[in-house]
């Protein structure tokens, strides 16, 4: 901390770093670490989900307790499992937003603790960008540009990569996210949150052409809208027709929201010319999704990145991953760090993106 700019240049002109990160957005507390942005050294993830579970959704002060509780032996964790010591940690990376304020607050404390007590600086990440990332570490060849779709609990995010830590966004959801909308189905149909994994195995026997749901449709060419899916979902089972199972109400749902998410990306693939498409976030990891970008992705011809679900569900190592390449640009924080529930992710103009 003291001698930040020093201790960066030399590590800029290095090339090279070995970051400990922290993840406590919402309800993971993840620590990891991680080599140069792309080598996962260790990626701990504590989640919390049996607790919420309790209560049918994450409960913020809950969740803030149980950060407070879990975050030090989970860093304790990652760097015994990477084979360290804090001696061997070149910076420090945490998320900083968006989030839950009292659980962001909890890893922001614990690093910038970290950060002042080893000396070394702090790296401030963004949510989101951490989720792009995360394509970094399962894939080390690839390299900007591509276009990332980025579906989790709070966002759908298009983003055009058009280098490291630079970001144009194409189209967003102009109401729910791809994962709050799949956890709302799940309730309607009384299944245990998370309600995403959950109906995306109750559509595994279902008929995905039983229920017709609407198409929703937006100005903005790229822009996602799922509340409109919603309403006819609660219809549909308000009104469940005889012989419509649960199986094939999920099936129809989680169909249609796949290919809204898939016929945008697609669109935007050709339209932007992307040589390569990449996937990100929770909603990563549904089965349906993954088979049908990949589909999609080789008729037309482009490559499809799609990272394993561990890297997909919030975890540390995607944060260091992030933190790797604002350190290189030398975005760091100083003690003064916050937490930021609402951040918006920080895009380049279209024009300087190219
Ligand atoms: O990225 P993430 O772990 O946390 C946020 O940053 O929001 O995403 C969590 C979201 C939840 O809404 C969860 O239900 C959804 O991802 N999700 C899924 C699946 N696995 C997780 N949605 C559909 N199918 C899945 N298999
Ligand atoms: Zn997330």
Redesign the pocket.
Known sequence: MRHDREQVKILQERGHATLLSIET????TSAAVVRDGRIILSNIISSQIATHALYGGVVPEIASRQHVGQVDPVVDQALTEAGMTFQDIDALAVTVG??LVGALLTGICSAKALAYGLDVPLVPVH??EG?VCANYLAFPELKPPFLCL??????SHLIWVCDFGRYTLLGRTLDD???????KA?RVLSLP?????????LAQAGDADALPLPKARTQGRYDYSFSGLKTALVTAVRNRKPGLRDADIAASF?KA?VDALVEKAMLAAQEQKAPAIAL??????????RATLSRRAADLGIGCYIPP?VL???NAAMIGSAGFYRLMEGDLAGLDLNAMPSLPLNVTSPTKCG
Not at 150 to 155: E, F, K, M
Not at 177 to 183: H, L, R, T, V
Not at 193 to 201: E, F, I, T, V
Not at 280 to 289: D, E, I, K, T
């Open positions: 957005s919402c309800d993971e968006p989030g949510h989101i989720h980025v579906a989790s609990g709070g966002h996210a791809a994962g709050e909308a799949f956890d799940a949150y998370p309600g995403g994994p959950a109906l995306d195995r989680q929201v990100a976030g929770g909603v990563a990891s549904n089965s349906l999704l679900p997909c569900t919030d």
